[in-house]
């Protein structure tokens, strides 16, 4: 079955950096688009970035567009977002997702992003 | 970008009945690209229904989505008790994909 797994999230400065990875299996990882959606303590769901399977194609919500960075290693099927420059707004649950035509089929559990000094 | 609102904020209902629940786009959702996640306390999003109205697998019939253009509506016919969750609309046929801010479905 499909299976993602976050990590990479803990507790970091304004203006630090931090990267987050997701392990994938269960499926063929450089057939699909691949996406982070986040969700801030107590809030609704935020799209942060998409991937396209060869990593020919990738976009970002305008507030994270320059700071945040996605990638993917199909040999290691690993996606990640690479993430400079935090806020304190950058507090969240990050999760990975497959993407089937621009929804999330399956997601992994998340992981917690704190941004504080 | 397109703007989803959800309605109502808060559902209160009691096991066995029905539930509706509305999202609204503030422009036309292309080719009906809306899809529907129930999340629970503690967990991930969960997928229930792509393309406004197609059941993702697994998901029982009595999860029905419909709708088009604007206007949309996920239906539970008859509310189990693990259906009592926060379900979020989202687009994806314009970018960025956008989310309605969710209805919190609870037992009354």
């Known amino acids: 079955q499909v299976q993602l797994v976050e990590s990479g999230g803990g507790l970091v400065k304004p203006g630090g950096s931090l990267r987050l990875s997701c392990a994938a299996s269960?499926?063929?990882?450089?057939?699909?688009?691949m996406t982070w959606i986040r969700q801030a303590p107590g809030k609704g769901l935020e799209w942060v970035s998409s991937?396209?399977?060869?990593?020919?194609?990738?976009n970002y919500a305008d507030s994270v567009k320059g700071r945040f960075t996605i990638s993917r290693d199909n040999a290691k099927n690993s996606l990640y977002l690479q993430m400079n420059s935090l806020r304190g707004e950058d507090t969240a649950v990050y999760y990975c997702?497959?993407?089937?035509?621009?929804?999330?089929?399956?997601w992994g559990q998340g992981t917690l992003v704190t941004v504080s000094s | 970008e397109i703007v989803l609102t959800q309605s109502p904020g808060t559902l209160s209902l009691s096991p066995g009945e029905r539930a509706t629940l509305s999202c609204r786009a503030s422009?036309?959702?292309?080719?009906?690209?809306l899809a529907w996640y129930q999340q629970k306390p503690g967990q991930a999003p969960r997928l229930l229904i792509y393309?406004?109205?197609s059941r993702a697998t697994g998901i029982p019939d009595r999860f029905s989505g419909s709708g088009s253009g604007t206007d949309f509506t996920l239906t539970i016919s008859r509310l189990e008790p693990e259906d009592f969750a926060v379900y979020y609309c989202?687009?994806?046929?314009?970018?960025?994909?956008?989310f309605g801010q969710g209805t919190k479905v609870e037992i009354k």
């Open positions: 997702a497959r993407d089937l035509s621009g929804y999330s089929s399956e």
């Open positions: 269960g499926f063929t990882f450089s057939d699909y688009h």
């Open positions: 991937i396209s399977p060869i990593s020919s194609y990738t």
């Open positions: 422009q036309t959702v292309s080719s009906n690209y």
């Open positions: 393309a406004a109205s």
């Open positions: 989202q687009q994806y046929g314009s970018s960025p994909r956008t």
